[in-house]
């Protein structure tokens, strides 16, 4: 499986940006699928993720009612809308994926099998 985000980039505070995770090599309809960050000198941090099981969508506490995760089975895409953006959400902002997790370990980038290389959101304020 090999991951690729994009979408990434420059913007300023309260503006807008949608992220793409496109996923080759296999269909990821059984999959759970993560939106993760780590901005310098921080750990990796939770920012969504749908679940494999009910494709029900969980959010980290900072980004909920800002940020909306969507997934395009057909299509082997997932997407994170992320909207009213703060400074404090720089950071490189990765997708991965497993097959096997269970529901209490969605949060826990430790638990994904794959990575896919990450994409530099940037919020000026």
């Known amino acids: 499986v090999q991951l690729q985000a994009s979408g990434g980039g420059l913007v300023q505070a309260g503006g807008s940006l949608r992220l793409s995770c496109a996923a080759s090599?296999?269909?990821?309809?059984?999959?759970?699928i993560g939106w993760f960050r780590q901005a310098p000198g921080k750990e990796r941090e939770f920012v969504a993720a749908s679940w494999r099981s009910t494709g029900r969508t969980y959010y980290g506490d900072s980004v909920k009612g800002r940020f909306t995760m969507s997934r395009d089975n057909a299509q082997n895409t997932v997407y994170l809308q992320m909207n009213s953006l703060k400074p404090e959400d720089t950071a490189v902002y990765y997708c991965?994926?497993?097959?096997?997790?269970?529901?209490?370990?969605?949060?826990?980038?430790?638990?994904?099998?794959?990575w896919g290389r990450g994409t530099q959101v940037t919020v000026s304020s």
């Open positions: 090599g296999r269909t990821f309809r059984q999959s759970t």
């Open positions: 991965a994926l497993d097959d096997r997790l269970i529901l209490s370990s969605v949060t826990q980038a430790e638990q994904y099998d794959y």
